[in-house]
């Protein structure tokens, strides 16, 4: 076995199958990397069961094989490399039962123990017929992937909250959403034209989601599809398969609010610096953040006992009574950094009632409903 390969386009490669390889298992090969050189490509796959990254590169192709390698190490010896006039690293394994690799760039060696690929879980070779996908913007979905990840609950719990649901099923167009129980995040995407084998809805681990996130990072159309019940996304030199978890997620339709009597406009920017300003003394006293809302200011502090209290005032735009609303500040801010529109839309109805937040963009889908918290 024999390969040449640009040192860029493996350290790259490398980089991104490994996120998702298993941090700890108990079966040690998905601590590696699976690679197979072959024609004229080198291939690299990472999984820990529930993910799977592969990457196909262009490579100079002498002897073709395949080996695993634990992904820490041959991560960081790439790393290391200097930077040589060709930015080639050479690979050279003389039998594959010997189980060691010769890794060699410029005046660097490396002589690296391998393992055969055979214990390795397979590969799935996705066959045409079988591979229900449409095209979409790696740009749009991402977003629509960051804004509907936002409600994710990040603690051990129910595998759903742990999840974002993608409803190809939805009328008008696909929606995405996740929930926590105590807020919920919904978005849709624009534009996109759904085979009907595939208008149904998706559980995908949230793991996948920020993994996907990551690779999403052009302007470029990417693949996106289901094969044999697993969601399949496909970039010029990435794909990213997943399972799906198995359960129903809560009809997000019955929880957005039908109407509400109140609706704030403020600055994004000033909103934002006044939550930093009071977080530290909110975080003292479980999270809680209080808005007074008056026709054309807002009053937004934290009381603490034995740390003190902070308060900061910022002009808004009130359609409706005053109000005064208590919230999780830390959801707030999770939906303030999560946009990028220079106004923010609050409604409301009761002190005792959800809130929704919503860009000042008439154009977004973007809702997040947070329950109040009492005071």
């Not at 196909?56 to 002498?62: N, R, T, V």
């Not at 394994?93 to 393992?115: A, I, M, P």
């Amino acid at each position: 076995m024999k390969f040449r390969i640009d040192k860029k386009t493996l350290h790259e490669a490398i980089n991104v199958v490994s996120r998702a390889v298993a941090s700890k298992t108990s079966r040690p090969v998905l601590l590696n990397l699976l690679m197979t050189a072959h024609d004229n490509s080198l291939r690299f796959v990472g999984t820990d069961i529930d993910i799977m990254m592969i990457s196909s590169q262009p490579a100079e192709i002498e002897e073709q094989g395949h080996f695993t390698i634990p992904a820490k190490l041959i991560q960081e010896i790439v790393s290391s490399i200097p930077d040589e006039e060709d930015g080639r690293v050479l690979f050279e394994l003389d039998n594959e039962d010997t189980r060691e690799v010769l890794l060699s760039c410029g005046r660097s060696r490396f002589h690296l123990q391998v393992q055969p690929a055979d214990d390795f879980p397979p590969v799935p070779v996705i066959d045409k017929d079988e591979f229900t996908s449409f095209t979409v913007s790696s740009a749009l979905l991402k977003q629509g992937l960051k804004e509907a990840g936002v409600a994710v609950n990040t603690e051990e719990g129910n595998p759903v909250q742990k999840s974002v649901c993608i409803d190809f099923a939805a009328a008008g167009m696909p929606t995405l959403a996740s929930t926590d129980s105590k807020r919920l995040a919904v978005t849709a995407l624009h534009g996109i034209e759904v085979p009907e084998s595939m208008r149904k809805t998706l559980i995908v681990p949230s793991r996948a989601i920020a993994e996907l996130v990551r690779l999403l990072d052009s302007n470029d159309s990417i693949r996106m599809g289901l094969y044999k019940e697993q969601l399949v996304i496909s970039t010029e030199h990435f794909q990213l398969i997943s399972k799906l978890v198995d359960g129903k997620f809560p009809d997000y339709n019955r929880v957005l609010p039908k109407e509400s009597s109140r609706s704030l406009k403020i600055n994004r920017k000033d909103f934002l610096q006044a939550l930093k300003a009071v977080a530290p003394i909110s975080r003292s006293n479980s999270d809680l953040v209080n808005f007074d809302v008056s026709p054309n200011e807002t009053r937004i502090w934290a009381k603490a006992p034995e740390k003190g209290m902070a308060e900061m005032f910022i002009s808004s735009e009130l359609t409706g009574e005053p109000i005064n609303i208590s919230f999780n500040i830390n959801f707030v801010l999770d939906f303030v950094n999560n946009i990028t529109d220079a106004q923010v839309i609050l409604e409301m109805t009761t002190p005792n009632y959800p809130g929704m937040l919503k860009t000042g963009n008439p154009e977004s889908e973007f809702k997040y409903v947070i329950m109040p918290m009492s005071y």
